[in-house]
T-cell receptor
Framework: DGGITQSPKYLFRKEGQNVTLSCEQN?????MYWYRQDPGQGLRLIYY???????QKGDIAEGYSVSREKKESFPLTVTSAQKNPTAFYLC???????????FGPGTRLLVL | AQSVTQLGSHVSVSEGALVLLRCNYS??????LFWYVQYPNQGLQLLLK??????LVKGINGFEAEFKKSETSFHLTKPSAHMSDAAEYFC?????????????FGQGTILTVHP
């Protein structure tokens, strides 16, 4: 089955620690996106990538970093500079600019 | 910049009653519009999308939405609510072009269905 997988489902971060969230898709989509979801705020765009080896900042990129070395993978690193990382993180992909974005199941990040 | 507003963070209906979730967008150029549904601790699932082909769009699970340019609205409706419709609903818009599919989301509306 084609789709988007995210791992882990839950992730715990200690103070000063960098953590990496995985996102993999087998839909052969060119574009991939990372969103952060907080209660009552909808989804906010962190980073997006249109093609391999290229990515752009979204609306709330500070404290995050990404890479796009393979078409099917778009990992997100939450760095120690992100002071309020507790949230639900969603990865999405799409084939065309106006096409439907398909979402993964999400990763919930909690701070110890 | 594009903005999307969902009127009402919580909507409560009885089973069998009409569901109406409101969404307004700000773009002067008609955007591509989407409604997504999210069940607790899950990703988003597409309900329907508007891409200028028809103003009344039918989606999954009996939902539909009507694009009204004069009102800059894209409200979601379902004639008869079912208990399984209880979830959070998000309206989203993209202007396409150089924004390359960047979606702007509304704040979400939590739908509660009472027996």
């Amino acid at each position: 089955d084609g789709g988007i997988t995210q791992s882990p489902k839950y992730l715990f971060r200690k103070e000063g620690q960098n953590v990496t969230l995985s996102c993999e898709q087998n839909l052969n989509h060119d574009a991939m996106y990372w969103y952060r979801q907080d209660p009552g705020q909808g989804l906010r765009l962190i980073y997006y990538s249109q093609i391999v080896n290229d990515f752009q900042k979204g609306d709330i990129a500070e404290g995050y970093s990404v890479s796009r070395e393979k078409k099917e993978s778009f990992p997100l690193t939450v760095t120690s500079a992100q002071k309020n990382p507790t949230a639900f993180y969603l990865c999405a992909s799409t084939q065309t600019p106006q096409g439907t974005q398909y979402f993964g199941p999400g990763t919930r990040l909690l701070v110890l | 910049a594009q903005s999307v507003t969902q009127l009402g963070s919580h909507v409560s209906v009885s089973e069998g009653a009409l569901v109406l979730l409101r969404c307004n967008y700000s773009s002067s150029v008609p955007p591509y519009l989407f409604w997504y549904v999210q069940y607790p601790n899950q990703g988003l699932q597409l309900l329907l999308k508007y891409t200028s082909a028809a103003t009344l769009v039918k989606g999954i699970n009996g939902f539909e939405a009507e694009f009204k340019k004069s009102e800059t609205s894209f409200h979601l409706t379902k004639p008869s609510a079912h208990m399984s419709d209880a979830a959070e609903y998000f309206c989203a818009a993209t202007s396409g072009g150089t924004s390359y599919g960047k979606l702007t989301f509304g704040q979400g509306t939590i739908l509660t269905v009472h027996p």
